[in-house]
Every structure is written in C-alpha cells, then in structure tokens.
C-alpha cells in the first residue's frame, strides 16, 4: 500500500468529511504528486459538498424560483450616497436569482414618489422597499401594496418607532433619532460653546429630520452654551453648495458647522476648506462616505463623518422581501439597524486606499483584505 502524503491526510481531516467518504477520498490519494492530491480533493468535494446549486435548480440548496422582480422607490434617485445601496441590491439579486428596479423621485418630491409605487403595485411588482421620507403620504400606497399580497420593507427612511408611518413588515437602515444625538454628543465633544449650523437638505423629511432632532437635544442635554440653529440647504447638490458657502460668508462668528445628510457634508468640507476655517478654530462634520467627505476629512477640514452603511440597506431589502417570498410569509422582514460608525482623520485611510463597491468608490466586484485588529466599539 502506497504511503499517504501526511500533508495531505492533514488536509482530508480538516474537511470535516463522513468516515467513508475521507477513507474513499485517502485510497484514492496514494499519491504520485500534489497535482493528483489536488483533483483527488477536488471530486470528493465535489460529489459530496454540493454548494453552488440544489438539485432543483436554485443557489445553493434552495429550490428554483421564479424571477421575483423587488422595486425600490427612492426620495433621490441620482445622489451619489444611494451608488452603493444600488450596488447592495445588485449583489443580492445577483446572488438569489432575482432582479429590481430603482425608481421615485431626484429631488425627494413625495408625490413623485407615491405615484412610483403605485406604478410598481400595479405592475405586480414581487416586493417593495420604500424610503419612507412622509409621516402620511405612504400610509395608503403600503396597505394598498399588503392588501394585494405584496411585502413591503421600508430603508434609509422611517417614521418614529411608535408611529412608523406605514404598515411596512420592517424597517431596514440606520436609527435615525440615534445617530443624530451621537452627533449632537459629538458636537458638544468639539465646542465649548459659541454658534453652530445644522444643514438639512429637507426639513421634515423622514430620513433626515430625527437627525436634526436628536442633535438639538444631545446639545441642549450637554449643558454647554452652544446656540445651535438648523438651516435648510436643498435636496440638489449645487444648491447645498452655494446655501453652505452664503451662511459661512454671513456667519463670520460660527464656531461649529455640520450637517446631517450627505451632499451637504460635503459642502460643509468645500466651503471649509475654501476659506481655511479650521485655521480660526471651526469644529465641522456630518454624515456619509462621499468622495468628496472623505478627502475633507482626511485633510482635517471636517473632523468627522457618519459611516450608515449605505450598501446593506439595498443589500438586505432585497435579502428580507427573497426569504419572505420563498417561505410563504413564514420568514418575515427583521427590523435591522444598519448601524453608525465615526470616521476621522485616523479611520478615514481604508475608505480612500481601498475603492469599492460598499462605499462606492468602484463598481468592480472584488474581495478586500483586511489587516490590522477590529477596532472595539
């Protein structure tokens, strides 16, 4: 009998596989070289670890299903901070055999929106992941949607946790109120006291507004003098721009400029830099992963962003409303928080060293190594 390489008895066991299966496997890899190793684990993997289809025809080992088409209706359909949510979806419809459509509104006009997902109820749409952006306006259209047998999800935006604004099955995103009094916690942290700007590109809106509420209440619950006032700066990147660079020029005392969405972060770093305000002492930060954001923040002009991991919430929308389809209703939509997570000067180089589809910085698909300790939480 042909000696067996210990190398590769080592490498048998460490499959895991049946005890018929590794003794058919090692008879069989009395080996002449590595080369005959190798096939050898191959095909008993193969045969034994079916993983990349079921018999019936569907990834992994789910059944085959049909193309279920998930529409997502969105407030800015060409912003810049949703590139990677679209990404997120992509992968997922990829990965399940399904496909989506991004519909709704560019500049967060509720109306617009109702009337897309009323177009995608109409059009049988298989699930819905709505950015609930309206306290009232998507009441109808959701149980309109429930009514019909079509699961609906809403992401990125939602009302409060005792008035969600809808019937969705789940919310799927960041907890707004949250993540905007870590803000006002954070703001406190950079000033003594003095004047501070908030930016909201739309007041009122869901995704948005608790941000701003609960900023206000983190600074009034720090008990600093800090007077800080909300600003409305637009839902359209150019007239973020031109609305933050008029209030700087205006406001030549404002100790703190921030914001809580992601075109306006940015303007806050342009106009930042433009007339050198951290050099008179201008603490400023926002929310979200833009290019642009990233480059101010690593340069210093903003002291932080607000990372909400924009890909998971087209990623597991598409994820949830799959399941919920596949099981017949029996594996229902969890509510997911997408998390918050601050990025500084001394965070922020694997965000621009690294480009990817999960900021997106790049639509290629790629495996990211890490290296280095997870930071603690």
Avoid at 96 to 105: A, D, K, Y
Avoid at 193 to 213: E, H, K, M, W
Wanted: with cysteine; glycine share 12%.
């Amino acid at each position: 009998m042909e000696r067996i390489d210990p190398a590769v008895e080592e490498a048998v066991d460490d499959l895991g596989l049946s005890e018929p299966t590794r003794r058919r496997l090692l008879s069989g890899a009395g080996l002449v070289s590595a080369t005959a190793a190798a096939s050898a684990l191959l095909a008993a993997c193969s045969s034994d670890n079916k993983s990349s289809s079921s018999p019936t025809g569907g990834p992994g080992h789910f059944p085959k299903t049909p193309n279920w088409k998930f529409v997502f209706v969105n407030h800015v359909t060409t912003n810049p901070f949703f590139t990677p949510t679209q990404y997120g979806a992509q992968d997922a419809c990829a990965l399940l055999g399904c496909s989506f459509q991004w519909t709704g509104s560019q500049n967060s006009a509720v109306p617009e929106m109702v009337s897309a997902t009323n177009a995608a109820i109409s059009g049988k749409a298989d699930g819905l992941a709505v950015a609930v952006v309206d306290k009232t306006a998507f009441r109808q259209p959701v149980d309109k949607a429930l009514d019909a047998g079509i699961p609906v999800v809403s992401y990125n935006a939602d009302g409060a946790k005792d008035d969600p604004g809808t019937n969705r099955l789940a919310y799927i995103g960041q907890d707004l109120y949250t993540s905007g009094y870590q803000l006002g916690t954070k703001i406190a942290a950079l000033m003594t006291g003095g004047d501070a700007v908030g930016f909201i590109a739309t007041p009122g809106s869901l995704n948005i507004q608790p941000r701003i509420d609960g900023a206000r209440d983190a600074i009034k619950a720090s008990g600093k003098p800090i007077k800080f006032t909300s600003v409305a700066s637009g839902a359209e990147l150019p007239k973020e721009l031109s609305t933050v660079d008029a209030y700087a020029q205006g406001h030549q005392n404002v100790k703190g400029m921030f914001a809580v969405d992601a075109g306006s972060t940015e303007s806050i770093g342009k106009v930042m830099q433009k007339y050198r305000l951290k050099g008179r002492g201008v603490a400023a930060g926002g929310f979200d992963l833009t290019p642009g954001t990233l480059g101010a923040v690593k340069s210093g002009d903003l002291d932080f962003t607000i990372d909400q991991q924009p890909y998971l919430q087209g990623f597991l929308p598409v994820l949830a409303l799959w399941f919920y389809k596949l099981s017949g209703g029996l594996v229902f939509p969890p509510v997911t928080n997408t998390g918050l997570t601050f990025v500084s000067k001394q965070t922020v180089g694997p965000y621009l060293t690294t480009k990817t589809r999960y900021e997106g910085s790049s639509p290629a698909q790629q495996l990211v190594p890490r290296s280095g300790a997870i930071a603690h939480v």
